[in-house]
């Protein structure tokens, strides 16, 4: 048996149905979620509402806009990445 064997547990049934139904959780919690932003969006603006909200909460909320913003930003890197690369390809079969 190899050591990355060795060092790799097996999952169980039981673990894999676990993490499936955690997903399929989460899933629902942020399609819900999205339905009520729809909904009461306007109040989320509002400072009145965010006044109420503790401190802690609030600073956990930022590290998640935070990190929604930086992977946007990785998205769009990416797909100028790709761009970038296709005009190169076009650019060195005008060249050839």
């Given at each position: 048996?190899?050591?990355?064997?060795?060092?790799?547990?097996?999952?169980?049934?039981?673990?894999k149905?676990?993490?499936?139904?955690?997903?399929?959780?989460?899933?629902e919690?942020?399609?819900a979620?999205?339905?009520?932003?729809?909904?009461?969006?306007?109040?989320?603006?509002?400072?009145?509402?965010?006044?109420?909200?503790?401190?802690?909460?609030?600073?956990e909320i930022?590290?998640?806009?935070?990190?929604?913003?930086?992977?946007?930003?990785?998205?769009?890197?990416?797909a100028?990445?790709?761009?970038?690369?296709?005009?190169?390809?076009?650019?060195?079969?005008?060249?050839?």
């Amino acid at each position: 048996m190899s050591e990355t064997q060795k060092g790799a547990k097996a999952m169980t049934e039981d673990r894999k149905t676990s993490i499936s139904e955690g997903r399929k959780r989460a899933k629902e919690q942020r399609e819900a979620a999205e339905q009520l932003f729809e909904q009461c969006g306007g109040m989320l603006i509002s400072w009145k509402f965010w006044k109420k909200v503790d401190a802690a909460t609030r600073e956990e909320i930022l590290k998640a806009i935070k990190k929604a913003n930086k992977a946007v930003i990785d998205a769009d890197i990416r797909a100028l990445e790709k761009q970038l690369a296709a005009m190169r390809a076009a650019k060195d079969g005008i060249d050839a």
